[in-house]
């Protein structure tokens, strides 16, 4: 999915959804990618906003995969209220779950 600027009406980045293996009521938000001079404003917000509410039409949870090292993307997530998932709730979940941080935000906690 392409992410316009409202104004400029320009490509500023890009973001994705994914299937969650075994868990048929989840979607994963993949990873966005967003211009630099789009860093740390209100623009993923939106954007995450934006796909969550269209997600939760069809399902009841979604996913974020963020690298263990990516401390800024994990703050981001958390700002939108994601919940890390602890490893034991981790242990149910795809291998990609075990390399990464795994976030969830629950419908019925919107």
Known sequence: MA?????TENII???????VEG?????????????RN????????EVKGLMMTYAFNYVQNVIFYVDK??????KAVE????RKLSESER???????????TYIIEKSAQ
């Open 91 to 101: 242990a149910m979940m795809p291998k990609k779950s075990k390399e990464n941080e």
């Open 3 to 7: 992410i316009l600027d409202k104004l």
């Open 79 to 82: 700002k939108i209220n994601g």
């Open 69 to 74: 090292q990516n401390i800024r993307s994990q």
């Open 38 to 45: 789009y860093w740390g404003g209100t623009c993923n917000k």
């Open 23 to 35: 868990r048929p009521n989840a979607i994963e938000i993949g990873w966005t990618f967003l211009g």
């Open 13 to 19: 980045g890009s973001s994705q959804f994914n299937t």
